[in-house]
Nanobody, 121 residues
Framework: QVQLVESGGGLVEPGGSLRLSCAAS????????MGWYRQAPGKERELVAT???????NYADSVKGRFTISRDTAKNTVYLQMNSLKFEDTAVYYC???????????????WGQGTQVTVSV
């Protein structure tokens, strides 16, 4: 079982910045990818950004140029630097990992409990 502990959410004004962190622990042999998803009220959960084991990144079009995802492989931690925040970035942000518990285990999806990001004046 993988535990994900998220931190860094909060209230920020439009144009401001926040940095989210997510540390993974538990039964981890290898993490293929780490990422962030978000869910706004009344909407489906959507991908924000992911980073794979060799540093390759993927971003939602809505956050390109504003958000930066990074990963500390040694610490099994992923970060999301969010700049130029907009009202529409308001959502609960969830950390996600795709990992294996052993070399022969199947890939498993794990989710954090979510951290609220609110962009408001």
């Amino acid at each position: 079982q993988v535990q994900l502990v998220e931190s860094g959410g909060g209230l920020v004004e439009p144009g401001g910045s926040l940095r989210l962190s997510c540390a993974a622990s538990g039964s981890i042999f290898f993490i293929t990818s780490m990422g962030w998803y978000r869910q706004a009220p009344g909407k489906e959960r959507e991908l924000v950004a992911t980073v794979n084991s060799v540093g390759g990144t993927n971003y939602a079009d809505s956050v390109k140029g504003r958000f930066t995802i990074s990963r500390d492989t040694a610490k099994n931690t992923v970060y999301l630097q969010m700049n130029s925040l907009k009202f529409e970035d308001t959502a609960v942000y969830y950390c996600n990992t795709k990992s294996r518990a052993t070399s022969i285990s199947i890939m498993r999806d794990s989710w954090g409990q979510g951290t609220q990001v609110t962009v408001s004046v």
